[in-house]
């Protein structure tokens, strides 16, 4: 428990100082993120339906054409689970879960592309990531203690945790904001439609009430969000005409 007690220590000093501690690396979260990813596999019905399957796997490799490196050399998996939540998701291992419920909300191949690409962002922006440390770097400090106390914990408890942290909690108003500039960006440079975003979001908010599985982000709909969107749209929109001008036509059909 030597290591756990330094681990502590460290914490204590670099919190005193406003530093942060990066006790899980990004290449730890990924292999977590990718066992979590098969538990859900496992544990959820996958849909059968080739169509909706290629559809979205049209949108989501349209949009990830745009992102960029190291990102965008992960092995990016896409699934769709039948399941009539509205929700998706994107995991730091490169994976992306798609329910069939949000394809009932996200009307069209731009709607989508406005989720996936939102998604998507939060891998590149490294939002688990970020969440993780600050999350378990507070939790260390207390696990140092119980292991000076003689309580036990194990740096497999202590990676595992973390990443559940990074994959399961929703993303804070930061993160959220950030995803929704980066996504609409990747959309737009993708050849999706960016005003596709803001009727998105008002179907959301249409749809109401639907409640996502806990262990995923949520992805609340406000006046404030549209707001944002609507204020991104001519910077977005030189960026979709630049990706027609070059050829960037997607035709994902269901």
Known sequence: MAWLYRIGLLVL????????VPIISERELQVQSDAEFQKMRN???????????????????????????????????????DDEAVNAFALPGGQIGVFTGLL????????????????????????????????????????????????????????????????????????????????????AEAGFDPRASVQLWKNMDAKGGASPPEFLSTHPSSGTRISGLIALLPEALDGFNAARAEGKRPDCRR
């Open 13 to 20: 000093v670099l919190a005193g100082s406003g530093c942060a």
């Open 43 to 81: 544990q959820m019905v996958e849909s059968r339906d080739a169509r909706v399957r290629g559809y979205v796997q049209c949108v989501s490799d349209a949009i990830l054409a745009e992102v960029q490196q190291p990102y965008a050399s992960l092995n990016w998996e896409v699934v769709v689970f």
């Open 104 to 187: 009932k909300v996200a009307e069209n191949q731009d709607q989508l592309a406005a989720v996936i690409g939102h998604e998507v962002a939060h891998v590149t922006e490294r939002h688990s990531y970020e969440q993780v440390n600050r999350q378990v770097t507070t939790q260390a400090g207390v696990y140092a203690g119980a292991a000076v106390l003689g309580g036990g914990q194990t740096t497999y408890d202590l990676l595992s945790m973390g990443a559940q942290i990074g994959i399961t909690l929703p993303y804070g108003r930061g993160a959220e904001s950030e995803a929704d500039v980066v996504g609409l960006r990747y959309m």
